[in-house]
């Protein structure tokens, strides 16, 4: 083992609870996350037994009230549990980020009735939700969604297919936005449909360059029935809902993109301090050294810029611009670290032999999923310059 061996990150956490569910979360990645991640990605196999056991473990309603079981976390502790999850693999981070954000229309917007039926067991029932706004033909222009609600006496029938769906085919529960209305964001509206729902398939999964072992599939809506009691929030209301949900879910991608970026510095530095030539250690190498500091530079830079869009969250106060620049700032850091861990382990790390060549292809997607990083940037300069004039 190198001198120089990397170290847990140094977490400031606002509360002894907090701590101790930093230590739960790493003893839960060390036994039984890690060591079967590389096999498992590589096998196309998701880990459903490991979210079985962080829902039983309290982790998969962290930032939602203890009222319906949730764990009343900030944000600021939820996300750097996700960083800790991702390090450890993003599979199982990123999963648990797309279900709190399936959960966020509920939670936020249904009526008392609806949370004391529904949110206990979607936040700590062993249920895993799944986030339904993307469709084929509708991506960054989500306001341009076909599938269709109508309503029939007491239910609803949805017809479309949506697009792009983490945990597809696999979820209990879907978070979906459908059209109700007129064209255009103000004729969406937002529904509560069970996995096992009549008229409800998948489509077989997307091949993909990495995130293998988790699903990712168009999810089919055939006539399928939903009683009055799964609307959420008011008719025409949910393209609002979904927007909101997404400012917290682009929270949690930089977060996982930041765990990621973190376990390959880690594996880098691993490797640099252990691998030696020309009689020396390859981290005495000024060109490496000045690498490796990069890559720390960037997640510590990222790390603070996600927590302080989690701390505005928290206070209650504005925080779509700086969701939108956590998400873009981290992700890019993310492919750029994950890249440069490769080249640090050289030929070795183009081999499946070490995790970073799957860190760099599983990074690219996090610049992609829950709105570009293009995207990113037009809500930024919204922020800044005001809409776009046509």
Request: hydrophobic share 40%; aromatic share 6%.
């Given at each position: 083992?190198?001198?120089?061996?990397?170290?847990?990150?140094?977490?400031?956490?606002?509360?002894?609870e907090a701590r101790d569910l930093i230590s739960l979360v790493r003893d839960i990645a060390q036994r039984e996350?890690?060591?079967?991640?590389?096999?498992?990605?590589?096998?196309?196999?998701?880990?459903?037994?490991?979210?079985?056991?962080?829902?039983?473990?309290?982790?998969?309603?962290?930032?939602?009230?203890?009222?319906?079981?949730?764990?009343?976390?900030?944000?600021?502790?939820?996300?750097?549990?996700?960083?800790?999850?991702?390090?450890?693999?993003?599979?199982?981070?990123?999963?648990?980020?797309?279900?709190?954000?399936?959960?966020?229309?509920?939670?936020?917007?249904?009526?008392?009735?609806?949370?004391?039926?529904?949110?206990?067991?979607?936040?700590?029932?062993?249920?895993?939700?799944?986030?339904?706004?993307?469709?084929?033909?509708?991506?960054?222009?989500?306001?341009?969604?076909?599938?269709?609600?109508?309503?029939?006496?007491?239910?609803?029938?949805?017809?479309?297919?949506?697009?792009?769906?983490?945990?597809?085919?696999?979820?209990?529960?879907?978070?979906?936005?459908?059209?109700?209305?007129?064209?255009?964001?103000?004729?969406?509206?937002?529904?509560?449909?069970?996995?096992?729902?009549?008229?409800?398939?998948?489509?077989?999964?997307?091949?993909?360059?990495?995130?293998?072992?988790?699903?990712?599939?168009?999810?089919?809506?055939?006539?399928?029935?939903?009683?009055?009691?799964?609307?959420?929030?008011?008719?025409?209301?949910?393209?609002?809902?979904?927007?909101?949900?997404?400012?917290?879910?682009?929270?949690?991608?930089?977060?996982?993109?930041?765990?990621?970026?973190?376990?390959?510095?880690?594996?880098?530095?691993?490797?640099?301090?252990?691998?030696?030539?020309?009689?020396?250690?390859?981290?005495?190498?000024?060109?490496?050294?000045?690498?490796?500091?990069?890559?720390?530079?960037?997640?510590?830079?990222?790390?603070?810029?996600?927590?302080?869009?989690?701390?505005?969250?928290?206070?209650?106060?504005?925080?779509?611009?700086?969701?939108?620049?956590?998400?873009?700032?981290?992700?890019?850091?993310?492919?750029?670290?994950?890249?440069?861990?490769?080249?640090?382990?050289?030929?070795?790390?183009?081999?499946?032999?070490?995790?970073?060549?799957?860190?760099?292809?599983?990074?690219?997607?996090?610049?992609?999923?829950?709105?570009?990083?293009?995207?990113?940037?037009?809500?930024?300069?919204?922020?800044?310059?005001?809409?776009?004039?046509?």
């Amino acid at each position: 083992m190198p001198d120089h061996a990397p170290q847990p990150v140094d977490r400031q956490l606002p509360t002894d609870e907090a701590r101790d569910l930093i230590s739960l979360v790493r003893d839960i990645a060390q036994r039984e996350i890690a060591p079967k991640a590389a096999e498992e990605e590589d096998a196309g196999r998701f880990p459903r037994e490991v979210f079985a056991l962080l829902s039983e473990s309290g982790l998969l309603g962290l930032p939602y009230s203890s009222d319906h079981g949730g764990g009343d976390q900030p944000y600021e502790v939820y996300l750097q549990v996700l960083e800790e999850l991702a390090a450890a693999r993003l599979t199982v981070g990123l999963g648990v980020s797309v279900h709190t954000l399936s959960c966020h229309a509920l939670a936020s917007y249904g009526t008392k009735e609806q949370q004391a039926e529904h949110l206990p067991a979607m936040l700590g029932g062993g249920l895993l939700g799944a986030y339904c706004l993307s469709e084929p033909a509708s991506g960054s222009d989500a306001a341009s969604l076909r599938t269709k609600a109508v309503r029939d006496g007491d239910e609803w029938v949805l017809t479309g297919t949506k697009a792009w769906i983490t945990h597809g085919g696999i979820a209990d529960f879907y978070t979906v936005m459908a059209r109700t209305g007129e064209e255009g964001p103000r004729g969406i509206t937002a529904f509560l449909a069970p996995g096992d729902a009549a008229g409800l398939n998948a489509s077989a999964p997307e091949r993909k360059m990495g995130m293998k072992g988790s699903p990712t599939a168009q999810i089919n809506f055939d006539g399928v029935r939903l009683d009055a009691g799964r609307r959420i929030g008011e008719e025409g209301q949910g393209f609002a809902i979904a927007l909101s949900a997404l400012d917290s879910g682009r929270l949690g991608i930089a977060a996982c993109a930041i765990g990621l970026a973190q376990a390959a510095l880690d594996e880098a530095v691993a490797y640099a301090t252990g691998r030696r030539q020309f009689g020396r250690p390859i981290s005495d190498f000024q060109g490496l050294r000045f690498l490796l500091a990069d890559m720390a530079t960037q997640i510590e830079a990222g790390r603070a810029l996600y927590l302080a869009a989690a701390r505005l969250r928290d206070a209650g106060r504005p925080f779509a611009k700086q969701a939108a620049m956590a998400k873009l700032l981290c992700t890019d850091a993310a492919m750029k670290v994950t890249t440069d861990a490769v080249q640090v382990l050289g030929g070795y790390g183009y081999t499946a032999d070490f995790p970073v060549e799957r860190y760099m292809r599983e990074a690219k997607v996090l610049q992609i999923v829950e709105g570009t990083n293009q995207i990113q940037r037009m809500v930024i300069a919204r922020h800044l310059a005001g809409p776009e004039t046509h």
